[in-house]
């Protein structure tokens, strides 16, 4: 398992930005970079999806919903991935969820959830 702390939600106007950050800052920096990170989200009475995944080499991967618009990146020596989110919709609120998968067994570690509300 990896502890991971998420900060960075709030309440944003339609076409406005928002950047989320994930940290683990009580794991080793080796375990850390043993796993693909990725923010996950989910709205109400919708099932959890994918929004974006980085690999330890800088790999992506977006959902063809936020592709063009939202930037995963990440940084290995602060063990941290930070989610860039330009022109939200309201389609985009959601709990968002930090992930960390682990490449050699797909063990899951979750953070605690943080809120986007895009509103006008």
């Known amino acids: 398992q990896v502890p991971l702390v998420e900060s960075g939600g709030g309440l944003v106007q339609p076409g406005g930005s928002l950047t989320l950050s994930c940290s683990a800052p009580?794991?080793?920096?080796?375990?850390?970079?043993?796993?693909?990170m990725g923010w996950y989200r989910q709205a109400p009475g919708k099932q959890r999806e994918l929004v974006a995944s980085i690999t330890r080499t800088g790999t992506t991967d977006y959902a063809d919903s936020v592709k063009g618009r939202f930037t995963i990146s990440r940084d290995n020596s602060r063990k941290k991935v930070t989610l860039r989110m330009n022109s939200l919709n309201v389609e985009d609120t959601a709990v968002y969820y930090c992930n960390a998968r682990r490449t050699d067994s797909s063990a899951d570690s979750w953070g605690q959830g943080t809120q986007v509300i895009v509103s006008s």
């Open positions: 009580r794991t080793i920096t080796s375990v850390y970079n043993a796993h693909i």
